[in-house]
């Protein structure tokens, strides 16, 4: 089994920046993909960013590309996901989510999810 425990979420205004980390343990491998995803009340479940092992790939959503930024430390089992000029629709629940082989933009290809962190970005 793969835990994975997300912080990092808050409150910022527009224009703001966070950085979320996601902490792998248990039987995780750096082989893993990782991906994020978030969550608006009412919305479903969409795409973020994903990071192939070891770094190698990295894809984002339009909606958030040039803004968010997807990094991991393989040394401490952590992956981040830095939001610059946040905005009010970023606004949901992230997630991070693990699965063996390469990374996928698709949430029900995920093997392994965190608890989720709230991100409220206020206008």
């Known amino acids: 089994q793969v835990q994975l425990l997300e912080s990092g979420g808050g409150l910022v205004q527009a224009g703001g920046s966070l950085r979320l980390s996601c902490a792998a343990s248990?039987?995780?491998?750096?082989?893993?993909?990782m991906g994020w995803f978030r969550q608006a009340p009412g919305k479903e479940r969409e795409f973020v960013a994903t990071n192939s092992w070891s770094g190698g790939t990295t894809d984002y959503a339009d909606s958030v590309k040039d803004r968010f930024s997807v990094s991991r430390d393989n040394a401490k089992d952590t992956v981040y996901l830095q939001m610059n000029s946040l905005k009010p629709e970023d606004t949901a629940v992230y997630y991070c989510a693990a699965r063996r082989g390469r990374g996928s933009t698709d949430f029900r290809e995920y093997d392994y999810w965190g608890q989720g962190t709230q991100v409220t970005v206020s206008s």
């Open positions: 248990g039987r995780f491998s750096t082989f893993y993909a």
